[in-house]
């Protein structure tokens, strides 16, 4: 019974991590949408279910650095928080000019939106790593 749990959880976790490398990449058409972080999340779930799906991700010749600095130093590099800034300012303004908000209803998306902004902002920053070498 208890290989049969294990086996099931870790499917769902490969799900779970295609799921997110899908709305990465909706995220890198739609600016709108964040990518980085669905990418961390997806690494985050194959490292409970597949090595080498990680391991994937984390040499990826595009995103694995991230990941990586992600993972070793919580670092965002500047680039990637200013892509991430800027889509939500212009998340919020779709927001704004479609939806016609009441103002407490706007007013509580922007603290929130600017609340993950400044989080973002704070972060370290490093330039992605290079991907690490084989084993």
């Not at 294990?6 to 964040?34: D, E, K, N, Q």
């Not at 010749?61 to 990941?67: E, S, T």
Request: aromatic letters at 14%; charged letters at 15%; proline letters at 7%.
């Amino acid at each position: 019974m208890r290989a049969v749990l294990h086996a099931s959880r870790r499917a769902g976790y490969v799900a779970l991590g295609f799921a997110f490398v899908a709305l990465g990449i909706i995220g890198a058409f739609l600016p709108v949408m964040p990518t980085t972080v669905f990418l961390i999340l997806a690494a985050w779930s194959f490292g409970r279910s597949s090595p080498r799906l990680e391991a994937w991700m984390l040499n990826h010749p595009k995103f694995g650095g991230v990941i990586r600095d992600w993972r070793e130093h919580g670092a965002v590099p500047r680039r990637v928080k200013y892509l991430a800034c800027g889509g939500m300012a212009f998340g919020y303004a779709v927001f704004w000019l479609s939806a016609h908000p009441s103002w407490w209803l706007g007013a509580l998306v922007a603290l929130g939106m600017l609340a993950c902004a400044i989080w973002i902002s704070t972060r370290p920053e490093r330039e992605a790593s290079p991907p690490a070498l084989p084993e």
